[in-house]
């Protein structure tokens, strides 16, 4: 595998962007891996990992870097209302269109890497994220073939931007993922999100897992539940051999 970790130029700044790629039988189809709210960290660089070992380019950018904060470990300790507080802050001071254009420019860079295919693209956001990753693929609809929200949240609101509406102008395949127990994404909200893409045109796919709550992918969560994370990972490593070739 080759690994590298790159400022990448964006209209704010430079996002310092983890890159994992197979050494061999490049060029591979890229992901766009949005990280979820406590912000990169091993935990997910590992997961880029085992993307990239079946045969993606994965680029995991730090989308807190207009705050200048790359990794929430290396912040000053605080308590932990303080900590979680501080996390929300950061989080809320993301938008849908900053993100979009950071998201164009990891793609800029990408097309100019010889290890990166020029084909379609997949997008991937946990929590937080998946937002960004729906939207991504309402945005560039000519390249982005798969794009998947995994416990997501926001899925449905009254803003224009919101999930449920911006999956009926996507060309590519969306999956979400959302949890039986999810106080930012609750049942209502999820049935609420999948009868708004059966009545639309979106190619989209809401799955309830039962038994388990948000987060639960992350290995290092208490809410990790590891038969889910690794039907997640099967449903994700099948849309991507449909979509991206």
Request: charged share 25%.
């Amino acid at each position: 595998m080759i690994e590298q970790t790159i400022e990448i130029p964006t209209k704010d700044g430079a996002t310092t962007t983890f890159i994992v790629h197979p050494e061999r039988e490049g060029p591979h189809p890229v992901v766009l891996f949005f990280m979820d709210a406590p912000a990169i960290r091993e935990e997910l660089r590992d997961m880029a990992r085992r993307i990239a070992t079946v045969g993606y380019y994965v680029m995991l950018p730090n989308l807190y870097y207009r705050r200048g904060v790359m990794e929430l470990a290396d912040l000053p300790p605080l308590p932990e209302e303080a900590a979680r507080a501080r996390m929300f802050d950061l989080m809320g001071s993301l938008t849908i269109p900053g993100v979009m254009d950071d998201a164009d420019a990891l793609l800029d860079f990408a097309d100019r890497d010889l290890a990166a295919g020029k084909g379609p693209i997949a997008t991937l956001g946990y929590c937080m994220s998946g937002q960004y990753a729906i939207n991504y693929a309402a945005r560039n609809r000519e390249r982005v073939g798969a794009a998947a929200s995994i416990y997501g949240v926001q899925l449905v609101t009254d803003q224009d931007d919101s999930p449920h509406l911006v999956a009926q102008k996507a060309r590519a395949e969306l999956y979400f993922a959302c949890a039986e127990t999810d106080r930012w994404a609750p049942l209502e909200m999820v049935e609420a999100l999948d009868a708004s893409v059966k009545q639309g045109r979106a190619r989209a796919e809401v799955e309830l897992y039962p038994g388990v709550e948000h987060g639960f992918a992350f290995p290092q969560r208490a809410a990790y539940d590891k038969p889910s994370a690794e039907r997640h990972w099967e449903r994700l490593f099948a849309l991507w051999r449909r979509n991206l070739g």
